[in-house]
Nanobody, 124 residues
Framework: QVQLVESGGGLVQAGGSLRLSCAAS????????MGWFRQAPGKEREFVAC????????DSADSVKGRFTISRDNAKNTVYLQMNSLKPEDTAVYYCAARSGYMYYYQVYDYPYWGQGTQVTVSS
């Protein structure tokens, strides 16, 4: 089992940047594919980005392509989400998630392990 703790959220103006971190503990981090999801008020949790266990493969939602970048440092047991050119519609609670295995998936139900979330608020 793996425990996840997100950090790095906050309030930023439109056009600004934030970097989210997700620190993992409790098991071999490098054996987990990782994902970032977000949930805005009144909306369902949605996929943002994902990365394979060795970082060789990544993918992201169309809404964030070219603005958000997912990466990981297995030596530090941490996955990151670099968010640039932020928009008000990016406002949400951001969650990291983990699933055992090399490859990532895109659905909430594919990930058994979740962090508590970190709030990102983008003002216009």
């Amino acid at each position: 089992q793996v425990q996840l703790v997100e950090s790095g959220g906050g309030l930023v103006q439109a056009g600004g940047s934030l970097r989210l971190s997700c620190a993992a503990s409790g098991h071999t981090f490098s054996s987990y594919a990782m994902g970032w999801f977000r949930q805005a008020p009144g909306k369902e949790r949605e996929f943002v980005a994902c990365i394979s266990w060795n970082g060789a493969s990544t993918d992201s939602a169309d809404s964030v392509k070219g603005r958000f970048t997912i990466s990981r440092d297995n030596a530090k047991n941490t996955v990151y989400l670099q968010m640039n050119s932020l928009k008000p519609e990016d406002t949400a609670v951001y969650y990291c998630a983990a699933r055992s295995g090399y490859m990532y998936y895109y659905q909430v139900y594919d990930y058994p392990y979740w962090g508590q979330g970190t709030q990102v608020t983008v003002s216009s």
